[in-house]
């Protein structure tokens, strides 16, 4: 399973985007990279999903490197209530989903 | 559509005595997930089911917890004897058939174990 590193944390202003990196060096060709964050006790909550294309949704915008060793999922005007856990999961049909520590996002007004 | 649910929210108890978590996934979920998520860690899984058989219980201490979910639908995790170390959250997920290609997972809001 490809291991991934993202920023222990990080800070945004209300209203700007929240860039949030990941670096998945050791992806494998049929591993789809997952975003799901988790907001103080609560479960965690799917974002959205890619494999090499650029993807869109209501909630977030995801870049994938052409090579895909990195991705970048864009929250394009923060909320407070987009403060949480952000957690990037390279995961391939039949592999178990591995969360690491993520990336503890804060918005601040 | 209703989400995943779980009980109790919260539950203390003394070391050495049992304790047992429910979760019921969203209808038509095939796969159930189990999760602890000890404080200031990402949520590690325990087990998986693919309807009432077992996935993958290998980080399962099978020792003290054990997991089923015999109709297929809802399931239960218990936890025989508690240890103070297994204070955490225990969340449930399902999702889709585990058979497609890509699937989310939807998480309920956790079980939170204190255990003194």
């Known amino acids: 399973d490809a291991k991934t590193t993202q920023p222990t944390s990080m800070d945004c202003a209300e209203g700007r985007a929240a860039n949030l990196p990941c670096n998945h060096s050791?992806?494998?060709?049929?591993?789809?990279v997952y975003w799901y964050r988790q907001i103080h006790s609560q479960g965690p909550q799917y974002i959205i999903h890619?494999?090499?294309n650029n993807e869109t949704n209501e909630m977030a915008s995801l870049i994938i490197t052409e090579d895909r060793k990195s991705s970048t999922l864009i929250l394009p005007h923060a909320t407070l209530r987009d403060t949480a856990v952000y957690y990037c999961?390279?995961?391939?049909?039949?592999?178990?989903?591995?969360f690491g520590r993520g990336t503890s996002l804060i918005v601040h007004p | 559509e209703a989400g995943v649910a779980q009980s109790p929210r919260y539950k203390i108890i003394e070391k050495r005595q049992s304790v047992a978590f429910w979760c019921n996934p969203i209808?038509?979920?095939?796969?159930l997930y189990w999760y602890q998520q000890i404080l200031g860690q990402g949520p590690k899984l325990l087990i998986q089911?693919?309807?009432?058989?077992?996935?993958?219980d290998s980080q399962l201490p099978k020792d003290r917890f054990s997991a089923e979910r015999l109709k297929g639908v809802d399931s239960t995790l218990k936890i025989q004897p508690a240890k103070l170390e297994d204070s955490a959250v225990y969340l449930c997920?399902?999702?889709?058939?585990?058979?497609?290609?890509?699937?989310?997972?939807?998480f309920g809001p956790g079980t939170r174990l204190t255990v003194t």
């Open positions: 997920a399902s999702s889709p058939n585990v058979a497609r290609i890509t699937y989310e997972q939807y």
């Open positions: 050791t992806i494998s060709g049929n591993e789809y």
């Open positions: 890619g494999l090499k």
């Open positions: 999961i390279p995961k391939g049909g039949s592999y178990i989903p591995t």
């Open positions: 209808s038509g979920h095939a796969t």
């Open positions: 089911f693919q309807n009432n058989g077992v996935v993958d």
